[in-house]
């Protein structure tokens, strides 16, 4: 566990992690915290390559773009725009539902057989036992915290509660 003063240093920890573990592929479950940290660019500048898994941080990836909205980070985006770009990055049939979505499984499944690290975000911490709990709608944080050897998860201090709640009346 490492408690970061600031956000330089837990970026600068991530990029510690990955040399010591001699990282050259990241997967990424969806994180708010290493949006605003700016992690995917410094591990990018440190020569590690950064794949988002979430599909609309994986669209506005592959647009070269930030995300738009917390929740649907590719809202901006009509489904030809998003065709477009998922097409501009691999082969694919013309129609923009058929060029949108195929892509996305075959190569992440690549990334993610691959991955010497994986990042996530954290939805709740326990401080008592040291749990993380995430939350994933499509499998992809999942995949991100356990295919790869190395797993660091970003959150902020808000996050933590003091125990589980033990719902069972005695």
């Given at each position: 566990m490492f408690f970061a003063a600031t956000a330089k240093?837990?970026?600068?920890?991530?990029?510690?992690?990955?040399?010591?573990?001699?990282?050259?592929?990241?997967?990424?479950?969806?994180?708010?915290v290493t949006e605003e940290i700016?992690?995917?660019p410094a591990?990018?500048?440190?020569?590690?390559e950064v794949v988002e898994t979430d599909l609309g941080e994986y669209?506005?990836?592959?647009?070269?773009?930030?995300?738009s909205h917390i929740i649907a980070p590719a809202i901006h985006k009509t489904r030809n725009e998003v065709a477009d770009c998922s097409s501009a990055n691999s082969a694919s049939a013309a129609r923009p539902t058929t060029r949108a979505h195929p892509?996305?499984?075959q190569a992440l499944r690549e990334k993610f057989l691959s991955a010497d690290m994986g990042t996530s975000g954290v939805n709740m911490a326990c401080a008592e036992t040291g749990h993380i709990t995430t939350v994933s709608n499509e499998g992809?944080?999942?995949?991100?915290?356990?295919?790869p050897r190395v797993h660091?998860?970003?959150?902020?201090?808000?996050?933590?509660?003091a125990r589980w709640m033990n719902t069972r009346s005695s």
């Amino acid at each position: 566990m490492f408690f970061a003063a600031t956000a330089k240093d837990a970026v600068d920890y991530c990029i510690e992690v990955a040399r010591r573990n001699q990282v050259r592929l990241v997967v990424k479950g969806k994180s708010m915290v290493t949006e605003e940290i700016g992690l995917n660019p410094a591990l990018e500048d440190a020569g590690i390559e950064v794949v988002e898994t979430d599909l609309g941080e994986y669209i506005i990836q592959l647009a070269g773009e930030t995300p738009s909205h917390i929740i649907a980070p590719a809202i901006h985006k009509t489904r030809n725009e998003v065709a477009d770009c998922s097409s501009a990055n691999s082969a694919s049939a013309a129609r923009p539902t058929t060029r949108a979505h195929p892509g996305r499984p075959q190569a992440l499944r690549e990334k993610f057989l691959s991955a010497d690290m994986g990042t996530s975000g954290v939805n709740m911490a326990c401080a008592e036992t040291g749990h993380i709990t995430t939350v994933s709608n499509e499998g992809n944080i999942r995949m991100a915290t356990t295919l790869p050897r190395v797993h660091v998860a970003f959150m902020g201090m808000e996050r933590i509660v003091a125990r589980w709640m033990n719902t069972r009346s005695s």
